[in-house]
């Protein structure tokens, strides 16, 4: 608090009364503004995610292109070019290219997950949305909803008492007769595992859209002689396009660097990359390669958001549902 | 000292937007004033002025000699009802009625003893207890009023508070809060869309358009003698035609076309200027010729409205409508017959707006 | 089409779901329980290798008896514990940044980067850069890179529980209670927080049960003082099935069926 005497002497001192004024009003102004109080709610939020989340993935791009230890060994692309298995390519004499066939194996494996996860959501959104008694219907909802948030660990091995040789399928099998099948450690495991721990990804967004459908439109069609089928075709599919397009590019985006499911159910054939990139941490201890390979899982997971995106994909309606610790 | 709420030359902008520009009113201590006008006039961004959300770009706002203008809102002796009722759904309905003697450290005790006359007063003993969602939108209301009245504000702000509640409810907290008002002797800002509302409660009522301050006066001011198009047209149903002012000797008359109404002369306005008069249907007379102004035309459509009907009549290419009271619905007119209308001289208002 | 087939089809819409949607609806609830309701049958039946139909409370037993069990299971308790609360804590400040404060610039970029890309981005690269990183530091692996790997885990869900109820809050509440005289502590106190209360309560409860199940990132920075429970029955059934795991496995979704239940109860 200043008297009338103190801004008297303001000018007479020499000071710039005007600026010194000027200055602190505006810090003081600028201490009760919104842009503050988002600086300093956002501010520390963000360097603390720089540090212990931006820094550690970037420090994976930094090894990738290191001989040796980062910074102290020579600059080098040769782990990219192992992944690429660059010198059978270059000799012309098609090697066997390990790691890209192991990738796109990996990627083919997502496709397939995809559109079984999509094909599974259909009927069961579209009960949800359409036809679930109101008052069952919260809880049906969050029926899908509490596995999704529960140890996707425990939800994955607990296929390995189905799908085993002596197990629950196969002894249903062979009660009826019916020879053994090779569900699992191959994959088939593979698949049923990730189409399972995934499926709420796809299933979720989808009610959403269903839960939004107008049901006149489906009496509409009906009422206009459009049969079952044609009133999927025409007003159902397009209408929950857009949730199970979201959906499914979460899903293949998650699938594309499972770990946990093929490692456990998917023995050699249902092997995916991921699992390849954990080798050279876990046991081979070459930083330098496993660095260069996750750069390359993570190239391929933004490169399919943002193809996505550009498609015109609303990644929105898959974000924020996602649980289960995937 | 007296604590009349002035209102000086303010002005709010928000970015390039100005929602208030340059509005100045004055309510004595104990009046009820209404800020009237369509959605987007500034009315709102005004109240939120007077209670302090909002900081005026320029100009002041105080009560009595205190200037509030750059007061938080917790500190200004004013009390709002939000149009949302804006109750604390995590809070009982005693908890919500004491919540402002609690701020002011109000010991418990007292604070009971007032919530329950507060809640007497606005119909609703012994609820203290009851949830916010028990209650019905009438209850919430009355609930959201007691809330802000408790703390004894020198001046209740009201802000489309009955906007909520379907058409008889509102109809009778009109009254009962024009009751409660005379009743407390407290100042009431009122703001509404509702020009019947505002007719039907204020001492006063300020119409804003665009920011500005359209007109100001007591109701009947403001529906008998609307000075701008804006205001004859917004408050109640009228007749508008346009016209030009055009002064004769002693008297003076506003041509619409084919047709000479006559005016009272009004010295502010030039021979030749282009203006609009307003006619209230409720003024216009069909098949009477005595005294005032008659004007010959051919009756066009009949609009039976139970209690009353409305009679369009064509004088000379323009349309008036005529409304009257239906006593027997034989008396109507038809449609397609010659009629005479007729009014007083004074219901022409010439607007210049 | 048959006009009787177009009246056949209305009437079957009328009637509600076909024979065909429901039995589908039904096999996915199957689907999406049977493999929690075998774990459950395998805790209970005696059989080592394979159902075998007897009653047992042998693996139970057995479980309770076993310190590294009981031990991971603690650990994992305390590190979800401490992870709630610091990401809580850090969600709300985030979620009103967010949400309702301005920043100097365009907040949509910032957004993206606090939550978008950590929900995008697989996890096992994540907790892969985590140990890369905090054995550069010199830190090694256990509870603190655990603890840190988690709460950046779960941080972008919880901010998005939290901020989905900034968003909603009804601002005249705050401004209510300041017209009746409450400073902005006290409002945020006696309004805002409480209004908030199941938004926030949810976000913890998320936390705690991402945290508790969370495998990928600890399985990469726990170390051997420091294993939490889903390590410990990762090494379990990697090596060969020890019915014990089943029992441990019922307490795990027990612990987080409920939590989940209950946040996504409070997050409607």
């Known amino acids: 608090m200043s008297s009338p005497d103190d801004v008297s002497t303001g000018p007479l001192s020499g000071e710039p009364s005007h600026g010194r004024g000027g200055v602190r009003d505006r810090l003081l102004e600028w201490s009760d503004s919104e842009v503050f109080k988002g600086s300093v709610s956002l501010g520390p939020v963000l360097a603390l995610l720089t540090v212990f989340y931006a820094i550690p993935v970037a420090l994976l791009l930094v090894y990738s292109v290191f001989a040796g230890d980062a910074f102290e060994s020579p600059l080098t692309l040769e782990h990219f070019a192992r992944f690429a298995d660059l010198s059978a390519v270059l000799s012309l004499s098609w090697g066997d290219l390990p790691y890209i066939r192991l990738l796109a194996r990996s990627l083919g494996i997502a496709v397939v997950v995809t559109v079984i996860s999509l094909a599974i959501s259909y009927p069961i959104t579209y009960y949800l949305g359409q036809h679930a008694p109101d008052r069952w219907k919260v809880l049906l909802v969050m029926l899908v909803i509490i596995p999704f948030w529960t140890s996707y660990l425990i939800r994955t091995y607990a296929w390995i008492p189905i799908l085993s040789s002596n197990g629950f399928i196969n002894s249903a099998l062979g ?146 549902l996602g649980g289960g610790g995937l | 000292m007296t604590s009349d709420l002035h209102v000086e030359n303010v002005t709010k902008d928000f970015g390039d937007v100005r929602a208030v520009d340059d509005v100045s009113f004055t309510v004595e201590e104990g009046k009820f004033l209404t800020l009237l006008g369509p959605s987007g006039c500034g009315k709102t961004t005004t109240l939120r002025m007077i209670a302090g959300f909002e900081t005026p770009t320029e100009g002041q706002v105080r009560l009595g000699d205190r200037d509030v203008t750059d007061e938080e809102p917790y500190r200004r002796p004013t009390s709002m009802v939000f149009q949302s009722y804006a109750l604390f759904p995590h809070k009982t309905v005693g908890e919500n009625v004491g919540f402002g003697l609690k701020m ?48 004894e504000p020198e001046v209740l702000l009201l802000d489309e508070p009955l906007g909520a509640l379907d058409l008889k409810l509102r109809k009778n907290m009109q009254v009962e809060l024009k009751n409660l008002q005379e009743e407390l002797g407290i100042t009431f800002v009122y703001v509404t869309h509702d020009q019947e509302e505002a007719l039907t409660m204020s001492d006063e009522i300020v119409v804003l358009n665009d920011g500005e301050i359209e007109q100001r006066g007591t109701p009947t001011e403001i529906y008998e003698n609307p000075r701008t198009r804006f205001v004859a047209d917004f408050i109640g149903d009228t007749n508008l035609l346009d016209g030009t002012y055009v002064r004769n000797g002693d008297g003076a008359a506003v041509r619409c076309g084919a047709v000479e109404l006559p005016v009272s002369p009004i010295d502010s306005i030039a021979d030749g ?12 007379r069909i098949g009477e010729t005595a005294g005032g102004v008659s004007v010959d035309g051919e009756v066009v459509d009949v609009i039976y409205q ?48 | 089409m048959s006009v009787a087939d177009g009246i056949r089809d209305r009437l079957g819409s009328e009637d509600g779901p076909s024979p065909g949607l429901t039995a589908a609806t039904a096999l996915t609830y199957l689907f999406l329980y049977g493999p929690i309701l075998v774990v459950v049958l395998m805790s209970f039946d005696a059989g080592r290798y394979g159902l075998r139909g007897e009653l047992t409370f042998e693996w139970y037993a057995n479980m309770a008896g076993r310190s590294d069990l009981i031990d991971a299971l603690l650990l994992s308790v305390q590190i979800g514990l401490v992870v709630m609360v610091v990401s809580t804590v850090l969600a ?43 054995t550069e530091l010199g830190v090694g692996r256990g509870f603190v890179p655990i603890v840190v790997g988690h709460v950046m885990y779960t941080f972008p869900f919880a901010t998005l529980v939290v901020a989905a109820g900034v968003i909603d809050l009804d601002r005249t509440l705050e401004e209510a209670a300041m017209d009746l005289g409450a400073d902005p502590v006290t409002t945020f106190r006696e309004v805002t927080l409480p209004a908030l ?59 987080s069926i409920t939590i989940a239940g209950l946040a996504t109860r409070l997050r409607r």
């Open chain 2, 273 to 284: 200027t282009d203006v609009s008069v307003s006619i209230r249907p409720e003024k216009i």
């Open chain 3, 197 to 255: 209360a199941p938004n926030v309560l949810a976000a913890a409860l998320f936390s705690f049960t991402l945290s508790f199940d969370e495998f990928l990132i600890s399985f990469f920075v726990s170390g051997a003082g420091a294993i939490p429970l889903p390590v410990r029955i990762w090494g379990m059934v990697r090596a060969d099935i020890e019915p014990e795991v089943y029992a441990i496995s019922v307490v795990v979704l027990i612990i």
């Open chain 1, 175 to 320: 009660f009826l007769g019916l020879p053994a099948l090779p569900l699992l450690n191959n994959y088939v495991g593979t698949i049923v595992g990730l189409v399972y721990v995934f499926v709420p990804f796809t299933i979720l967004p989808m009610y959403a859209s269903m839960d939004g459908l107008d049901s006149h439109l489906i009496e509409a069609a009906r009422d206009l002689g459009a049969s079952r089928w044609r009133v999927f075709r025409e007003v159902i599919f397009p209408l929950t396009l857009p949730g199970a397009l979201a959906g499914g590019l979460f899903v293949f985006i998650k699938c594309a660097a499972a770990y946990v499911t093929p490692a456990l159910l998917g023995g050699t054939s249902g092997r995916m990359f991921a699992q390849v990139i954990e080798t050279q941490f876990g046991s081979a201890f070459n930083w330098n390669f496993g660095a260069a390979l996750s750069v390359i899982l993570v190239v391929v997971v933004l490169g399919s958001l943002y193809v996505a995106v550009r498609l015109g994909v609303d990644v929105k309606r898959g974000r924020g």
């Open chain 3, 92 to 134: 709300v400040v985030a979620a009103f940044g967010l949400a309702r404060f301005e920043w100097p610039r365009r907040k949509g970029p910032i957004a993206t980067y606090l939550v978008f890309v950590p929900l995008t981005l697989p996890i096992i690269i994540y907790g892969i850069g985590l140990f890369v990183f905090f």
């Open chain 2, 104 to 151: 002011r450290e109000v010991p418990a005790e007292e604070r009971a003893e007032r919530v329950g006359e507060m809640l007497e007063l606005v119909e609703l003993p012994g609820t203290e207890d009851r949830a916010i969602d028990e209650l019905s939108g009438g209850q919430q209301q009355r609930i959201a009023l007691a809330r802000a009245l408790i703390t």
């Open chain 2, 306 to 353: 139970g209690n009353i009907a409305k009679v369009h009549v064509d004088v000379g290419g323009a349309r008036l409508v005529s409304e009257r009271q239906v006593v027997d619905s034989i008396d109507l007119p038809a449609a397609g017959s010659a009629c005479t209308i007729n009014w007083d001289r004074e219901h022409t208002d010439v607007l210049t707006g």
